[in-house]
């Protein structure tokens, strides 16, 4: 058995599944973990990433698997969790040493599970479209920060681009430290370094994030809370079914949570 260590990249996660298929080693164990340790009977492989060999891999899955398929692949990848990459792995090689097209086999345990972890990524990207909450800043950004399960901002990126094309907005990923930034033209990946943000977006004039709310901000949150307050049926209150529909760990973005 073989461990490949690699640098939880998708091109990194495609570079193993190009090594293993290289030198036709398929009992193997992928991780991200730094302090992963080799077995007994174990040899313990630092896979570099390679965007060549990635894009091999990516080409030849778009030809052996379907579309849906390759969207679960993603999905899946975006948990970050290492029961996830191992699922994506299993499949990949699953799929290239099949002749058929295996990508609905629900009965393989690495398709089901792929499966079982974009759903899981799925219903995320779909509550953080319907809970981010932006808060407008003095210098006119509208800034959200969030701290979803998994990494889905690449996923929600369309979304918020399509819905607000007026308007600059950044959605920032407070566990993962970057954020997507909208210029009213293009989407950037972006941090929050202040020292080399304004190099990293280019949009004709210096940009300091800055987080101070602006003036009227404040006042649409009392609105809005005032007009939450007084739709509000006291009596009809079903906590319970509330939060099945709201999690409570969505309620920090949300002004109404905060009266």
Known sequence: MSIYRFDGTMTGLLSCIFR???FKEFDVQVSTDANVQKGL????IDVTSSDEQAQRVWQGLKLKASESALKQFYYAFLSEQQESFQHCFNFAVYVFQTQRDVSKNYGHVDVLGMSQWAKQVGREKHRMEAFVR?????????LSLVKPDFNVLPIIEW???ARYQDQRWLIYDEQRNYGIYYDLKQVHQVNMDAHVIDQQIEIGHSQSFSIELDDEEVLYDQLWKDYFRSVNIEARKNMKLHIQYVPK???????EKNL
Request: charged share 30%.
């Open 20 to 22: 293993a298929f290289q």
């Open 41 to 44: 009977f174990a040899e313990l």
């Open 134 to 142: 932006f808060k407008k800043c003095k210098d006119g950004l509208f």
């Open 159 to 161: 979304h918020f681009k």
């Open 249 to 255: 760990r969505y309620w920090r973005y949300m002004n």
